[in-house]
């Protein structure tokens, strides 16, 4: 399959390579991003297509906040119910996150911190602190339950966080962090 004229490979290496300016709002949106690589890849593109895409882009990012996972929403209902302050950090572009405010997990959260709209991602510390100085609570205070993408759950231990990989989302990540099966073994953790 080709993408304007690029290759699956292609198409994923020039993807890859704006990873960092995807995740930290140095690219606004999907079409800029397209736009960019098509440009530095001397190929033509056509404005209704990259529209065409982005649309369906759209679509396919709102499918997560339309099927979220019962034991997901009642863990972080115990934790709001036991006074605990809650802040997801995500590495994150406009239209993975269109779809977040009407989600059922939008309300459980004290603070969102949105890497796009802050130009920091994770691992860097910067996020990390970003969160808790919004939340009022020190790294030291502070656990980071993630599934290890980005490199994630060292860059919560470097900023002083206890991280613990949710190996339930995605057991194919490996690291040397605590590993948690089930997100209600999280409520052990408090």
């Not at 059922?104 to 911190?113: E, G, H, M, N, S």
Request: proline share 4%; with cysteine; aromatic share 12%.
């Amino acid at each position: 399959m080709k993408i304007f004229g690029l290759s699956n490979e292609e198409y994923k290496k020039e993807w890859r390579n704006r990873s960092n300016g995807r995740m930290t709002g140095l690219f606004p949106d999907y079409p800029s991003v397209l736009k960019d690589m098509l440009i530095k890849c001397g190929r033509k593109y056509d404005e209704e297509a990259i529209e065409y895409l982005y649309q369906e882009r759209i679509k396919e990012k709102e499918i997560p906040f339309d099927n979220t996972r019962s034991d997901i929403v009642d863990l972080l209902s115990k934790l709001k119910n036991k006074g605990m302050k809650l802040g997801l950090i995500s590495n994150c572009t406009e239209e993975e996150i269109r779809s977040w405010h009407r989600s059922d997990l939008a309300k459980y959260f004290d603070v969102t911190i949105f890497s796009y709209e802050v130009g920091l991602a994770k691992p860097d510390k910067k996020i990390y602190q970003l969160a808790c100085d919004q939340l009022l609570v020190e790294p030291a205070e502070s656990i980071f339950v993630g599934d290890g993408g980005s490199k994630e759950l060292d860059g919560a231990y470097h900023a002083g966080l206890t991280p613990y990989h949710a190996v339930w989302f995605n057991p194919y990540i490996d690291s040397d962090y605590k590993k948690i099966d089930d997100p209600s073994a999280i409520m052990s953790l408090i």
